[in-house]
């Protein structure tokens, strides 16, 4: 049975929904987005929201976040990014976290596929690390099902974009995490965020994908943060067996324009 995703990332809300962050005001932007892609979020099996849902770790953002997606709530999922708040958002969303100490991870099975999401947030650090729960957490997820076709899913991705200052907050280990991967053959592919950036490429064999925000973009290959033109976007997925079909989409035009910085 194919099953539609629908990722989201990097939404960068306040606690404020009129705040700006980079001149940009991320509750206006998702507001737009969701309106423009309102018919696939609607047929979509699954919305998962990679991570930098928050930008303050404020509790009441989570609560604006729940609010602004309550149509779709139900089906969606949600990454720790390393802007968030680990408690914050497990105390919003409690009951979507497997019951692991330290990391807020959690396994989705949709149609005949499988969604495991990581914890890569290093508490006041814009890099990436698994926490220390992910690992027996994600080898037992595998090992108890090692045939149902697999997207691993988190916020930092494990490789080099060619833009200095990302490449320094990346996912770091991600060499531990390609030993552990390379078990399973069940894997299909790894869905990241982070970079505010629409990138599809491989990653030590695996198809990697990464999504643009909702609210702000960054221009590819710039030795320091740049923003890019592109409006908010996102990013959908068809999932049938083994095949992974991917496209990215933005809106037709950018309303809220971000200062430069």
Do not use: K
């Not at 009129?18 to 969701?34: H, I, M, Q, S, T």
């Not at 220390?132 to 930092?156: F, K, N, S």
């Not at 552990?180 to 965020?193: A, H, K, N």
């Not at 999504?211 to 290959?221: H, K, L, R, V, Y």
């Amino acid at each position: 049975m194919a099953v539609s995703l629908i990722q989201l990332s990097d939404l960068h809300l306040v606690a404020d929904p009129a705040g700006l962050v980079r001149g940009v005001p991320p509750a206006d932007c998702l507001r737009e987005l969701l309106e423009g892609a309102r018919e696939q979020l609607s047929n979509a099996d699954r919305i998962v929201i990679t991570g930098d849902l928050a930008q303050d770790e404020q509790p009441a953002t989570y609560l604006l976040l729940a609010e602004l997606l309550a149509e779709h709530l139900p089906r969606c999922r949600f990454l720790l990014g390393n802007h968030d708040s680990r408690a914050g958002l497990r105390a919003a969303f409690a009951e979507q976290f497997a019951p692991v100490a330290g990391a807020a991870v959690w396994e989705d099975r949709v149609g005949d596929s499988r969604l495991l999401a990581l914890d890569s947030h290093v508490p006041g650090e814009s890099f990436g690390r698994l926490a220390t729960g992910v690992w027996p957490w994600l080898r037992g997820c595998l090992q108890a099902d090692p045939t149902t076709p697999t997207l691993i899913c988190v916020h930092h991705p494990p490789l080099e974009v060619g833009s200095p200052w990302l490449d320094t907050i990346n996912l770091h280990g991600g060499e531990a995490l390609a030993r552990c991967l390379r078990q399973w053959p069940c894997v299909r592919g790894i869905v990241t965020g982070h970079i505010h950036q629409a990138r599809a490429t491989v990653w030590q064999g695996w198809p990697l994908w990464t999504c643009p925000s909702t609210a702000f973009q960054f221009a590819a290959g710039q030795p320091e943060p740049t923003m890019d033109h592109h409006p908010p976007g996102w990013r959908s997925f068809t999932l049938d067996g083994s095949q992974v079909e991917t496209r990215v989409h933005y809106l037709p035009q950018l309303r809220h324009r971000a200062d430069d910085f």
